[in-house]
């Protein structure tokens, strides 16, 4: 029965991680089954509202210019209000010996637990890019989930968006309360 919940859990980490393109600050020297995913390896979360973003949040629709300002991401529509949990205790659904663990650590030459911690949060991304993606409307141009020690989710957008970031705290069960640096980057990148 663990063998298929292992053999599950690669197969859905592939399926979700096809559509991704990630990118690393370690660049693998191999091809692996342990494809990129990405970490909110945070060392502390201040608040499950934490917010640094160049400009104060506005609810303004970015389809709607206003005096050709870039529009703001209003990150209260984004916030799960779940709070952020303590990441050294929380239950994972991997366990920290186990193959996909090993194989992204090694990978991505970073240690189990941090590799444990990307594999999680990786698989429940898709959670905040949902809700992301209801502000970006047409400005919206890709995602990737970077990898290894310092890992975010990052979403490029047109100019028509202001740069900005954010600290995610998941409310979906496979994730809860486990957190993700968010960055919105207008450079256009596919």
């Given amino acids: 029965m663990k ?4 053999v599950s859990s690669l197969l859905i980490s592939g399926l979700l991680l096809s559509a991704c393109q990630p ?3 370690n660049k693998p020297e191999q091809n692996s ?28 629709s970015p389809q709607t210019a206003q ?14 209000g779940v709070k952020p949990v303590d990441k050294a ?24 637990e941090t590799s444990r911690y990307n594999l999680t949060v990786g698989m429940a ?13 047409t400005a919206y141009v890709s995602h990737e989930l970077t990898a290894g020690k310092n890992s975010a989710f990052v979403i490029h957008t047109t100019q028509q968006i202001a740069p900005s970031q954010y600290t995610y705290v998941f409310a979906e069960p496979f994730a809860k309360g486990l957190t993700i640096p968010v960055k919105i980057i207008n450079d256009g990148k596919k």
């Fill in 3 to 6: 063998q298929a919940v292992i």
């Fill in 23 to 25: 990118a690393s600050d």
């Fill in 33 to 60: 089954t342990a494809s990129a995913t990405v970490s909110a390896t945070v060392a502390s979360v201040q608040s499950p509202h934490h917010v640094e973003s160049l400009a104060v949040a506005s609810t303004v």
């Fill in 67 to 80: 005096n050709g300002a870039p529009k703001q991401i209003n990150w209260a529509l984004v916030d799960s």
């Fill in 89 to 112: 205790s929380f239950k994972y659904p991997f366990e920290l010996d186990s193959e996909p663990v090993k194989a992204y650590a090694e990978m991505y030459h970073v240690d189990n």
């Fill in 125 to 137: 991304v898709n959670e905040v890019l949902s809700k992301v993606l209801d502000q970006l409307g």
